[in-house]
C-alpha cells in the first residue's frame, strides 16, 4: 500500500463537490446522473490514493463497488440493516435502484480510466 497525495486531494476535492451537490443543487440531472458519474470518479481516485495497481484493475473494482452498491438497493439493504433512517448511509449507498445509475457509473468509470491513461479516441 502506498499513499498518494495527488490523488488524495482530488479525492477530496471530488468529496466536496458531491457534498456541494447533494445539499445545495436540485437539479435532478446533476443531482442524480452526474453526482453518480463524480462518484465513480472519486472511488477511482481514492483507490488509486492508496493503491499502486494498473489502471484496469482499478477501474474493475470501481465498477464492482458501484454496482454492488446499486444492485444492494433492490434488496432494500438500507432497510435490512435498519439504517434507513441515517442521512450519511442514504448519501454513500443511495435508497433506489436505478439503470440510469449504472450507466452514469459506467460512463465515469471510463472516462477516468482515459484520463488516468491518457487514451482518447
Not at 6 to 23: D, G, H, S
Not at 56 to 77: H, K, N, P, R, T
Not at 83 to 94: Q, R, S, Y
Request: charged share 15%; glycine share 4%.
Amino acid at each position: 500500500m502506498t499513499f498518494n497525495l495527488r490523488y488524495f486531494t482530488i479525492t477530496i476535492v471530488l468529496f466536496l463537490i458531491e457534498m456541494v451537490i447533494a445539499f445545495y443543487v436540485t437539479q435532478e440531472f446533476i443531482r442524480y446522473t452526474f453526482g453518480d458519474f463524480l462518484a465513480v470518479i472519486l472511488i477511482y481516485y481514492f483507490i488509486k490514493s492508496l493503491v499502486k495497481a494498473k489502471p484496469i484493475y482499478i477501474a474493475i473494482s470501481v465498477i464492482i463497488i458501484s454496482f454492488g452498491i446499486e444492485f444492494l438497493q433492490l434488496i432494500d439493504i438500507l432497510e435490512i440493516l435498519n439504517i434507513k433512517k441515517n442521512l450519511f448511509t442514504k448519501l454513500v449507498l443511495g435508497t433506489t435502484f436505478s439503470i440510469s445509475d449504472l450507466i452514469a457509473y459506467t460512463l465515469g468509470t471510463i472516462t477516468v480510466f482515459f484520463i488516468d491513461t491518457k487514451k482518447f479516441f
